[in-house]
């Protein structure tokens, strides 16, 4: 059957189903799966109230986890159906691992592309961003003199693989200040007109900036980087699970993400898209004759992390990526309406709709980030320090609610912010 987005609830039913046979195991041990799954589709039709969504997580309950942007909270279907795989395997590795579990693997990362609107063969399994953004960097080939166009608002997982080969091969990595107040997106695609010059290769940046939470304008900066014949490099460590992706409709070349933020799969799972028309470009990841999740020039892989990968894919496909970024939006913005009551912080990006995504910042005028956190933790709720902006970043997932905003609002009074 062609993996669409419309027969997805079946498609992830049936390959549930065959993974229970092909485990062994008793129907019920994978019936949390099912069910989930059951669920997300009522919750996608709106039969179920999406904030029920905690509690189909593993996250403790007297925490509030307002930092998926550093790692998410993994599903318990997920983590049973990880396990359960995991246990199978070593019951008879060397003929479950290499005949069963490539197959079913190479079956999830045909349906990851789905969900990202990829093709099969333009998606590959990565450990994470950082892995799929050096992959892509290393590969690209650039010579000396060469410039790549970035921000200084990238991650390193983002930037290292280039600043690594610009410094190799003698190639200059060129920055746009991110921290001028762009109000349009229109004026961040004109700085970046503004660098680029004869000797430019590639534009990089991440999609959603890990600082601030800005929604960068990467459709946009596609074409300009398509329009001077440059290599187009997304880093959506933060978007996918987030925002719905459709990378062919983005434009890019490349696009790595993380799947253990808002993906919520297991730790150590992330995806690269590589556009077919530059496969040949970055000739290495093509060494493998494919883009398979396991070949045997890749070596061998985490299957049953693979597939819990392939299952939270399939439990968020389920559920409707529109639906989940309608939702996240919602309560990011509810969260910054609230913020902008106190006086003494800074909103660290303006609110716009093509500027806005699940995370906001806010710069601390009268004490340091570190210590508020701290202040934070210690009445449960987790929130991430922004060290160069001396800013808390704050992260809005489904399994989030307004309940969870009004706690932070009166944590932030109790520590007596104004
Ligand atoms: C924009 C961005 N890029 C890359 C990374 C690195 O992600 P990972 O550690 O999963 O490779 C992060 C992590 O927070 C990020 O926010």
Redesign the pocket.
């Known amino acids: 059957m062609p993996y669409t987005r419309r027969n997805f609830l079946s498609g992830s039913l049936q390959s549930l189903f065959s993974l229970a046979a092909l485990l062994a195991i008793p129907a019920e041990r994978l019936s949390g799966a099912e069910s989930a799954l059951r669920e997300a589709w009522q919750t996608r039709s709106g039969r179920l109230d999406i904030g029920s969504i905690q509690a189909k997580t593993l996250l403790d309950p007297n925490i509030i986890h307002l930092n998926t942007?550093?790692?998410g909270a993994c599903l318990k279907h997920v983590f049973d159906l990880t396990q359960e795989s995991w246990r199978h395997l070593e019951k008879n590795p060397a003929i479950v691992g290499f005949h069963e579990f490539t197959k079913l693997t190479d079956e999830k990362r045909r349906r990851a592309a789905v969900f990202l609107s990829a093709d099969p063969d333009e998606v590959a399994f990565t450990?994470?961003?950082?892995?799929?953004?050096n992959l892509v960097a290393q590969a690209v080939g650039l010579k000396p003199g060469d410039e790549v166009l970035t921000t200084n608002h990238?991650?390193?997982?983002?930037y290292v693989g280039w600043k690594f080969v610009c410094e190799a091969v003698g190639a200059k990595w060129v920055q746009v200040d991110m921290n001028r107040p762009f109000q349009e997106p229109e004026e961040i695609v004109d700085s970046f007109r503004q660098k680029i010059t004869a000797r430019t290769r590639v534009i990089s940046v991440?999609?959603?900036?890990?600082t601030t939470g800005l929604r960068m304008p990467v459709q946009q900066l596609s074409r300009l980087a398509h329009e001077h014949g440059l290599f187009m490099a997304v880093?959506?460590?933060?978007v996918p699970g987030m925002l719905h992706v459709n990378v062919k409709k983005i434009g890019c070349d490349s696009y790595?993400s993380?799947s253990?933020?808002w993906l919520m799969a297991p730790k150590g799972s992330?995806l690269l898209y590589l556009r077919k028309g530059v496969q040949k470009q970055v000739r290495p990841l093509m060494l493998a004759g494919g883009m398979g999740s396991y070949t045997a020039y890749t070596g061998t892989r985490n299957f049953p992390a693979l597939l819990g990968h392939g299952a939270a894919i399939e439990w968020q496909q389920v559920l409707g990526p529109a639906k989940i970024e309608k939702r996240v939006l919602a309560l990011s913005n509810y969260c910054y309406e609230k913020l902008t009551a106190f006086k003494s912080i800074r909103m660290l990006r303006p609110r716009r709709k093509d500027f806005d995504s699940g995370m906001l910042a806010f710069a601390l005028s009268d004490r340091k980030n570190r210590d508020f956190a701290k202040a934070l933790q210690k009445r449960g709720i987790i929130v991430k320090v922004v060290p160069m902006l001396n800013a808390i970043r704050i992260s809005t997932h489904i399994y989030n609610s307004e309940k969870d905003i009004d706690h932070l609002i009166r944590a932030m009074h109790s520590e007596k912010l104004s």
């Open positions: 942007g550093t790692l450990r994470n961003t950082t892995e799929g953004m990238e991650h390193p997982g983002g991440a999609h959603v900036l890990f880093d959506g460590a933060q790595a993380s253990h933020k992330g």
